[in-house]
């Protein structure tokens, strides 16, 4: 049973950065495609970014060129890097792990709060 632990969340201000981590314990996290999520209040859960196990990365539109989805398979996380941050990044991130089309686990998420 894979288990993901988010961290590094918190408040910042407008243009201020912050990095996520993602630690997994279990399974063989190598393998894995390890996305991050973000679920505004009221809104839905919407893809920021993912890693394959190839390191192929892809970004949504509205977080491209600021942020930056890195992994570490020796330590087993996943790492957010987040810059130039705006109000509208607010929201609770979660990671996600999985394999091939498979869903592995969801970690419990994060808060990260952007003031204007």
């Known amino acids: 049973q894979v288990q993901l632990v988010e961290s590094g969340g918190g408040l910042v201000q407008a243009g201020g950065s912050l990095r996520l981590s993602c630690s997994a314990s279990?399974?063989?996290?190598?393998?894995?495609?390890m996305g991050w999520y973000r679920q505004a209040l009221g809104e839905q859960r919407e893809l920021v970014a993912h890693i394959t196990s190839n390191l192929g990365t892809n970004y949504a539109d509205s977080v491209k060129g600021r942020f930056t989805i890195s992994r570490d398979n020796a330590k087993k996380t996943v790492y957010l890097q987040m810059n130039s941050l705006k109000p509208e990044d607010t929201a609770v991130y979660y990671c996600k792990a999985e394999w091939g089309s498979t869903f592995v686990s969801w970690g419990q998420g994060t808060q990260v709060t952007v003031s204007s």
């Open positions: 279990g399974g063989i996290f190598s393998i894995y495609t």
